[in-house]
């Protein structure tokens, strides 16, 4: 592990043990999962940071097993909701139930709904309706659910991993930009590689199916995130982290790219996830200090759903992704 000076021998000793935990937790799920590196370590990069990410491919890509595994690994006990449009808030908050009891007088009970676990997946959350996806908006960016009038928190940690197909949108409720912004990252699930897809016949057509191990558990993970917040950011990330804001925003960037093509641009909230989230890389890379090239790694898919290109520049050709990855190098 590469150690900046500054750093304290407590907070190296507690890195140190880290980088053996995660390094196990890695391998428990590549016991399952084969050929996404990069999404496993942005969806643990999530958790570290404390935080929310959507996962967007197409149909079988083993988005659904990613969490299943994940949750496994972690040992973060874990529910599945499956979004519809009939889905009703009281289907994932819970409700209050009028019950007997046994002197013969009636009180109210608390039901909790699926979302009192620590992760949480939400199956094609696109497919819920603008009222279900607010209820669910709350429990991610408040920690707690108001259920009439009174407030039931929810075990810590907790997360939302969810999921949306990017092809099928027929009877869709697109994400508000609101609520995309409660999403630390944007994970894209790409097709896998040969070599990959090789791996998985082989694993998942025979008699044996590998799964993950329970490597951490809710009290391990929280103690990883007070880690990553303690870990230091020097000037030259933090710079390069400013930089990339304010040439992403229209109002104030540089590029005609921007000034003419963007429609809105990341708010602090998207600086806050970049922070957290270098830190969480280079923890999970074995360094105790972020680089600036921890920014352009994650800037895409930090920046991605924060952005919105206007009519003008996506009939032009322009897209997102080279936008960015094109920021990111100029600002790191």
Not at 22 to 48: M, N
Not at 76 to 84: I, M, P
């Amino acid at each position: 592990m590469t150690t900046p000076h500054s750093v304290s021998p407590d907070l190296e000793a507690r890195a140190e043990r880290a980088l053996t935990r995660l390094a196990e937790t890695k391998a428990s799920i590549g016991r399952a999962i084969f050929g996404l590196d990069t999404v496993i370590e942005h969806a643990l990069t999530v958790i570290l940071s404390g935080g929310h990410g959507l996962l967007v491919g197409a149909p079988g890509l083993a988005k659904t097993r990613l969490v299943n595994t994940i949750a496994i690994a972690t040992g973060l006990d874990s529910k599945r909701v499956q979004f519809t449009p009939d889905l009703m808030p009281a289907d994932i908050l819970g409700s209050e139930v009028l019950e007997d009891s046994a002197s013969g007088t009636r009180a109210f009970r608390f039901l909790p709904g699926p979302v009192f676990c620590r992760l949480l997946m939400a199956d094609e959350i696109n497919r819920a309706s603008p009222r279900t996806q607010a209820a669910l908006l709350q429990a991610m960016q408040e920690g707690f659910v108001t259920i009439a009038g009174i407030a039931h928190p929810l075990p810590q940690p907790f997360h939302v991993l969810a999921t949306q197909n990017p092809i099928e949108q027929e009877g869709t409720y697109p994400l508000p930009e609101a609520q995309l912004d409660r999403f630390l990252m944007q994970i894209d699930v790409p097709y896998p590689t040969r070599e990959a897809e090789r791996d998985i016949l082989l694993a998942t057509t025979g008699l044996e199916d590998n799964e993950a191990v329970p490597v951490l558990d809710a009290q391990e993970i929280l103690g990883l995130q007070q880690l990553v917040r303690a870990m230091p950011v020097g000037e030259s990330v933090l710079n390069a982290i400013l930089d990339l804001l304010a040439r992403a925003r229209p109002d104030q960037s540089k590029d005609s790219d921007v000034r003419d093509g963007v429609a809105w641009g990341p708010g602090p909230r998207a600086g806050q996830a970049l922070m957290l989230a270098v830190r969480a890389r280079a923890l999970l890379q074995g360094r105790l200090a972020p680089s600036t090239g921890d920014v352009e790694a994650l800037a895409e898919p930090v920046l991605k759903h924060r952005m919105a290109l206007n009519f003008a520049a996506r009939a032009s050709g322009l897209t997102l992704e080279s936008l960015i990855t094109r920021l990111a190098k100029v600002a790191a």
